[in-house]
């Protein structure tokens, strides 16, 4: 289904149309003695003509100018022998144009067998797949306007939807499933208008094996009857990038007064221990920015198949296990998935060009709740580390992929995941924080979340926001072209802000004087090395490396068995760039048990520049595949062909 464009033709496309085709260009050449070479996938990344619609959302086919969905009403029955989810969505719905006869849907593999409105049958059309957006549904609108209601069947290969078995789980005796909806997948398991800007209340009926627990983005009772059929309720209307929806063996444990964590039983107890700091960053970031406004906040842990570190569904923030380290080191993940209930749940972003709105606003707010909650130490050092993922990606994207308000006109949002929204968005917010003041910075943050709360907002409405209010008030410190600068070039704007952070003088020095070959590793004193100080420390590598020298880290630190899923990524990628062949059974156990794409994609892409690599990539892609969700399966089976 997925194609990776045929490379030597794209290359040249590209090439030809930016001078700065950097990614393409060094994926594809360097040290890759195979053919056919492998151009990892950036599509449709010729510029389209005219200009951007502002507000338009491109990757829906629905129609909510005319009418728009208000409700939904679900009652599915979760079948883990056929792989699929069965039943109907019951749509209320807003006509905003009193002569609108049609509701047009978005829907992604979906079977239909009927759309009913009360008894009677109405007329529908299910258009042709239009690529990745998949196929409109077209319902004639019964002239009372009463709710419709679409019986249908999900396919088992859904693109939001991974269907474990039993030993793909902790437990081993039971399935699992969870959905991911963001960022154009819900249609894949409800046919919904899936924009962000639609925004619905929802309940839910879930019918599981009667052993299992269903889990929603919703009101979810940690005392409920495991009966096998479930009730759900999102009374706050929500984008369709949040409906979410797990099913498994799972149990709960309460963290805190309004913080909890479910788990498969065998996870629970290092889950609860890891993340026992979430009531307090949910105070933290109370006490900053405004009331939390989603009641209760519980984190759910998911197989290790989960394809990313986190996913911010309102009221259950969905976690990948990979960070369960036993220390805390990398519990910044849950501060931004909590952060995402102010920035992102709250305030949304209106079309996936806006992205940077939820991520950017998300990262600026998960560094400064680490600063409360942990110190400036830390914050200081992730700051650092975030900053020097931004440069990388700097280094390794089009220049059209490094503006925040970026183009995605014709492009699947999954292609275009860099650390741009994240990373630049934070470093923008941070450098008008120094430029007024955090007090002044924090009180606009603050009246900001509550003058959009449930809203889904452009990038241009920001701006119109900001000109009103910041620019305005601080006329002296702030210019709408600086601002526009960051919103809409490349790169990151001359004497931006840059993180420091004392801690990693010292690793600089130890680095440096064990490449001189003047310390043995084994006598860099290491003692009190946070986790933060290790990644500083292997990020910063020369890019080639003898395998004497990284045998002498290997012997002192035992990198290669390390079990802190960061520290060993980084390791991982440093040893497949140097061939270092002790470490590649290692990599081989990482890549089969991992699922997570930002830890496994940048191996694989490592792995692809040589013939060796390939070959071991795709063997472990190969025995890994069935376990992967179809995300990360997408983004990486390129490499290995
Ligand atoms: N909302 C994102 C995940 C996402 C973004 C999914 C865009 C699909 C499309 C989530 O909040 C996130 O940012 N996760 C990061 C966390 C990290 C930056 C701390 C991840 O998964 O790595
Ligand atoms: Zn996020």
């Known amino acids: 289904m997925f194609k990776f464009i045929p490379t030597l033709v794209f290359v040249f496309a590209l090439s030809a149309c930016s001078e700065q085709a950097k990614e393409a260009n060094s994926d594809s050449t360097n040290g890759s003695k195979s053919e056919p070479k492998f151009v990892e996938k950036i599509d449709n990344l010729t510029s389209i003509e005219g200009a951007i619609e502002v507000g338009k959302d491109y990757h829906s086919q629905s129609n909510p100018e ?45 079977a239909i067998s009927s759309v009913r ?222 952060a995402h209930s102010w920035s992102g749940n709250a305030v949304s972003n209106a079309t996936w060009r806006d992205l940077w709105l939820n991520e950017g606003f998300t990262t600026y707010l998960t560094y400064r709740i680490m600063e409360i909650v942990y110190g400036t130490d830390r914050f200081n050092m992730e700051a650092v580390l975030g900053f020097q993922d931004l440069e990388a990606d700097i280094a390794r994207l089009d220049e059209r992929d490094e503006i925040l308000a970026i183009d995605l006109r014709g492009r699947d949002p999954d292609d275009v995941f860099s650390n741009i929204p994240y990373e630049k968005g934070a470093l923008f917010l941070r450098e008008i924080e120094l430029s007024i003041g955090r007090d002044n910075f924090d009180a606009f943050l603050k009246q900001y979340f509550q003058d ?110 390390s079990k802190n899923n960061e520290i060993a990524h980084s390791w991982l990628l440093i040893s497949v760039e140097n061939w270092y062949q002790p470490a590649l059974p290692r990599l081989h156990d990482y890549l089969t048990s991992i699922g997570r794409n930002k830890l496994v994609k940048p191996l694989y892409r490592a792995l692809a520049k040589t013939e060796e690599g390939k070959a071991l990539g795709r063997k472990a892609f190969t025995q890994a595949k069935s376990g992967y969700h179809p995300l990360t399966v997408k983004a990486n089976e390129g490499f290995i062909q």
């Open 66 to 110: 005319q009418v728009s969905v208000k409700d939904i009403a679900l009652d599915l029955t979760v079948d883990f022998e056929q792989k699929v989810l069965r039943g109907t969505a019951t749509l209320s719905y807003q006509k905003h144009d009193a002569a609108a006869k049609t509701l047009i849907l978005d829907t992604n593999d979906l």
């Open 452 to 561: 959009f709360a449930f809203q889904s907002i452009t990038t241009d409405q920001f701006i119109a926001y900001l000109d009103k209010t910041l620019l305005a008030q601080h006329s002296d410190k702030l210019s709408e072209e600086r601002i526009k600068q960051w919103i809409f070039e490349a790169g990151i704007p001359d004497a931006a802000p840059t993180p420091k952070s004392n801690a990693f003088s010292l690793v600089d020095d130890a680095r440096s004087s064990w490449l001189d070959g003047k310390l043995d590793a084994k006598n860099i004193k290491t003692e009190g090395w946070t986790v933060h100080q290790w990644l500083y420390f292997l990020n910063n590598m020369p890019d080639e490396l003898s395998s004497a020298q990284l045998a002498n880290l290997d012997a002192a630190f035992g990198l290669t068995e």
């Open 117 to 338: 409105s009360g008894d009677s049958e109405l007329q529908y059309t299910l258009k042709n797949e239009n690529s990745f957006l998949g196929s409109a549904l077209e319902i004639a609108l019964p002239a009372d306007s009463q709710p419709v209601t679409i019986s249908y069947t999900t396919s088992p290969s859904a693109t939001g939807v991974q269907w474990l078995t039993p030993e793909q789980t902790a437990g081993g005796k039971h399935p699992f499933l969870f959905t991911q909806a963001q960022a154009i997948h819900a249609r894949s398991f409800i046919p919904l208008q899936d924009s962000p800007q639609v925004r619905v209340t929802y309940s839910a009926t879930i019918r599981t094996p009667k052993d299992l627990l269903a889990v929603m983005s919703a009101s979810n009772d940690p005392d409920t009857e495991r009966d096998g059929v479930y009730e759900f309720s999102m009374p706050q209307a929500v984008p369709s990038y949040l409906i979410a929806l797990a099913v498994g063996d799972l149990e709960f444990r309460a963290m805190g007064e309004r913080t909890g964590v479910y788990a498969e039983p065998s996870m629970l107890d290092a889950a609860a221990a890891e993340f026992e700091d979430t009531e307090s960053m949910l105070i933290a970031t109370e006490n900053t920015y405004g009331p939390y406004s989603w009641d209760r906040y519980d984190l759910l842990i998911l197989p290790p198949s989960f394809p990313f570190g986190g996913m911010e569904n309102p009221r259950l923030s969905f976690i990948t296990p990979t960070v369960i380290a036993g220390d805390k080191s990398l519990v910044s993940l849950i501060a931004h998935e909590l």
